[in-house]
């Protein structure tokens, strides 16, 4: 008998599809849960997968990673059935096989992007409406000038990029207007050098500079406020990449009320819209402030 497609399995496609990898630990947090919020039991989650990888809509490949253990040593992408239900629920997709032919880093990393970005969409906090989440490839903007070559064909250079692991939006409503927050995702490497940093912090500068935001038909609404999320693995590893971001020019981020902000992967998980941030350009170098906080 062929598996049945339920909403789950559909949530499933779509998550597989803006993220490209989610593992067990991802799936039994936000896909196979029940309505109250509980997980389903494991071996009713691994029946699922197991005969939908069967049937060709997933696949599944280990990672050599030595602190993950069981059922977490997989990871989870589409397959052929899988891309084409895909097409049938979004209307089209975006997808290129060569994403699955990573190494485990990569993964292992990408799979950090998919708890992030899925946190945010899933945690609720009172006054704040979270809108959407953009994948690496969906985040991805090019704020230069557009030039129209000889051949017709429309091009931008290419260092005019800001690349983020990621996006999303987060809308406000005050005194009867509404106001939307566009956040960019960095999941830092632990060595990650302090060129590398500052050229980033460059390109969103750019990116601010040149209002690239305004009537960007991929974010769909009018974006009030830019901010940019250093993620990291620990906290001194937080606060070295944070000392060597003030080296770089912010200032026209901080125009609209934006910041560089920096963070643990844990406090993130465990506290998304607390007060676990801190900013580069705070007067008080060792404050914390929440997403939406004014700096000072």
Known sequence: ?????????EDLFIALHDLVFVDYDFLQKYVFIHEDGTPFHKNTIMNHLRALEREGYIKSSPIAKANVRG???LVYTLDTK???EARELLGDVDWDTRWTQRTPTYIYHSLQIAHVLTTYNREKH?????LEYFSERRA??????????KDGKKR????????????????RVVNGKSFHFLY????????QRIENTLDKIHRYNQYVLKKAYLNDLRF?????????????QKENERDRLMLNAKNGDSREIEKMHGALLFATYEDVLENPYGDIWKAKHSTTVDHLYSLTSRIE
């Open 184 to 191: 960019f995702v960095e999941m830092e490497r632990s060595r």
């Open 156 to 171: 931008q250079p290419s260092n005019t990029v800001i690349r983020p692991d990621g996006a999303f939006i987060l809308k």
């Open 126 to 130: 009172s006054g704040i409406e979270f």
């Open 82 to 84: 899988g891309i084409q």
């Open 71 to 73: 059922a977490d040593r």
């Open 140 to 149: 991805y903007r090019n704020y230069g000038e557009v030039r129209v070559e």
């Open 1 to 9: 008998m062929s598996k049945r497609i339920g909403t789950k399995e």
């Open 220 to 232: 769909g609404v009018p974006i009030d406020m830019i901010r940019i999320l250093f993620i990291s």
